[in-house]
Nanobody, 123 residues
Framework: QVQLVESGGGLVQAGGSLRLSCAAS????????MGWFRQAPGKEREFVAA????????VYPDSVKGRFTISRDNAKNTAYLQMNSLKPEDTAVHYC????????????????WGQGTQVTVSS
């Protein structure tokens, strides 16, 4: 079993940056692809980014491509989401998740989820 704990959320002005971290327990972190999702009030959960087990491949939706960067450090059991040029529409609770499926963009293919961290972008 994998436990995930997110950190790094907060309040930032539009155009600013935040770096989210996702610390994983256990010694099998490198066995999982890692993803980030977000959910704003009244909206469905949205895929944000995913990184392969080795960190060599990533995938993003058009809404964040060029602004967000996902990475991982398998030696530290940690995944990251660097968010630049933030917009008010990025405001949401952001969740990290672990999946046995290669670079999945589908939430139901993720096996473990963190509790989430709030990101609020003011205009």
């Amino acid at each position: 079993q994998v436990q995930l704990v997110e950190s790094g959320g907060g309040l930032v002005q539009a155009g600013g940056s935040l770096r989210l971290s996702c610390a994983a327990s256990g010694r099998t972190f490198s066995s999982y692809a890692m993803g980030w999702f977000r959910q704003a009030p009244g909206k469905e959960r949205e895929f944000v980014a995913a990184v392969a087990r080795s960190g060599g491949s990533t995938v993003y939706p058009d809404s964040v491509k060029g602004r967000f960067t996902i990475s991982r450090d398998n030696a530290k059991n940690t995944a990251y989401l660097q968010m630049n040029s933030l917009k008010p529409e990025d405001t949401a609770v952001h969740y990290c998740a672990a999946s046995r499926t290669y670079l999945s963009v589908r939430g139901y293919e993720y096996d473990y989820w963190g509790q989430g961290t709030q990101v609020t972008v003011s205009s």
